[in-house]
């Protein structure tokens, strides 16, 4: 029995829909046993700025700050594209991400048996893979800009990593794997690019505290072609930034519709940022057709990873499984033959089967 603090970022489009059917789907497990999750909303994103003119009040930050963790919906729509980049909603996600210090982004991409016919693969086997990204360092934030080069003016990006940075990242994965099937694929570039070769040292050193976790080296262009060709090869994948960006889209496609996909961003207290991996999906808004599937299963990673409560994140994946077992669909992963169900309704299934 725990009291747990949850600062709700509902934001713009189909968040705050998804948002109130994870809060639903946590009252329900709060009854059943016999938990409080208090839920106060920071209000950030598109809705911010129209309200405020800033995608990231300060008192919105602090209530992020002061919660034992978040929960978002998703922040965006195409008005907001023309605004200068510090007044844009997505600005409020890098800054939260950045206030709480999230190094870790956990994107775990898992095939129900129900949903074996969205996949795209024709054979995909067993899918069950955690990728691990570095969140906060890498090229995304090296130094940038524009310059005089030999073909005119050129851009260009700095990719740097440090010791320290991805030694954290390391100890996140191998910890993870130590929880999973204990295997950590390690992605780099080492065969061209110094940061990789860095980076392969440092995990490589880290994975000496981690014996009974088995470490694999795959380079980048291999790992692509590792995930099409055979996913279920993978337990938990670490990598950094730019090459976590790109695979953890590509794992996630593997598993189909990207309304069932849920993410947490962490580091080394218990406290993260919890949401799915879409976005705001503004066409859909607000006609009770989005999926909710993706930000309850994100609540269920807050239990889990944020709370401790196994046994409770377990009863709400049992029962979104069940409920897609029983043959509940939404729009998005739409099948012959089986009704569609409203964001509503399939929240109440799930909530029925807890
Ligand atoms: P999106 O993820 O919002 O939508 C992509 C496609 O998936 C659309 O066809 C959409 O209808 C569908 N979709 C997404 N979530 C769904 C759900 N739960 N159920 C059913 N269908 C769903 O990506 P986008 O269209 O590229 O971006 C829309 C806005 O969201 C943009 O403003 C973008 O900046 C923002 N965005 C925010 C986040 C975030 O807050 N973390 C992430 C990505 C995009």
């Given at each position: ?6 600062a ?5 489009g189909i968040g705050?829909e ?14 059943r046993y ?6 106060n909303e ?5 809705v911010?700025?129209?309200?405020y003119g ?5 008192e ?5 700050l ?24 997505e600005?409020a ?8 210090g ?5 994107r ?18 067993d ?15 090296g130094?940038?800009?524009m ?19 991805v030694?954290?990242?390391?100890r996140?994965a ?10 950590v ?5 080492a ?6 070769g ?11 505290d ?11 262009d ?5 995930l ?7 337990d938990v ?8 960006d790109?695979?953890?889209?590509l794992?996630a496609?593997c ?8 993410s947490?961003?962490?580091n080394?207290?218990?406290r993260?940022?919890y ?23 994100s ?24 409920t ?14 089986l009704?569609?169900?409203g964001?509503k ?8 089967n807890?």
């Amino acid at each position: 029995m725990g009291i747990y603090n949850i600062a709700v970022i509902k934001g713009d489009g189909i968040g705050p829909e998804v948002v109130e059917s994870a809060m639903d789907v946590l009252t329900k497990i709060g009854d059943r046993y016999s938990h409080t999750f208090a839920f106060n909303e920071s209000v950030c994103g598109g809705v911010a700025y129209d309200r405020y003119g800033e995608p990231l009040p300060k008192e919105s930050l602090d209530i992020c700050l002061m919660s034992d963790s978040v929960l978002l919906g998703a922040v965006g729509g195409y008005q907001y594209d023309n605004l200068p980049y510090e007044k844009r909603p997505e600005r409020a996600l890098l800054g939260v991400r950045k206030e709480m210090g999230l190094y870790a982004n956990l994107r775990p991409a898992k095939l129900f048996s129900a949903l074996s016919k969205v996949c795209p693969l024709k054979s995909p086997g067993d899918i069950d893979l955690l990728v691990v990204r570095e969140l906060i360092g890498g090229i995304y934030f090296g130094e940038k800009g524009m310059r005089q080069g030999k073909y005119g003016s050129e851009g260009y990006d700095i990719m740097a990593y440090g010791e320290l940075e991805v030694e954290r990242i390391a100890r996140v994965a191998f910890e993870l794997a130590q929880k999973r099937r204990g295997k950590v694929s390690s992605i780099d570039k080492a065969n061209v690019l110094k940061t990789s070769g860095l980076w392969r040292k440092c995990v490589h050193d880290v994975h000496s505290d981690y014996p009974d976790v088995q470490l694999e080296d795959v380079l980048v262009d291999n790992a692509a072609m590792q995930l099409v060709r055979e996913p279920s090869q993978f337990d938990v994948i670490v990598t950094g930034n730019l090459f976590g960006d790109i695979l953890s889209d590509l794992s996630a496609m593997c598993v189909g519709s990207i309304g069932i996909l849920p993410s947490a961003s962490i580091n080394e207290t218990t406290r993260g940022l919890y949401e799915p991996i879409h976005g705001s999906a503004p066409t859909i808004a607000g006609q009770n057709i989005a999926n909710p599937i993706a930000t309850i299963l994100s609540a269920a990673m807050m239990l889990r990873y944020a709370f401790n409560l196994s046994d409770e994140a377990d009863a709400i994946e049992r029962a979104v499984d069940k409920t897609l077992n029983e043959g509940a669909r939404t729009a998005d992963l739409r099948e012959e033959g089986l009704p569609v169900l409203g964001t509503k309704e399939m929240t109440e299934k799930i909530i029925n089967n807890i």
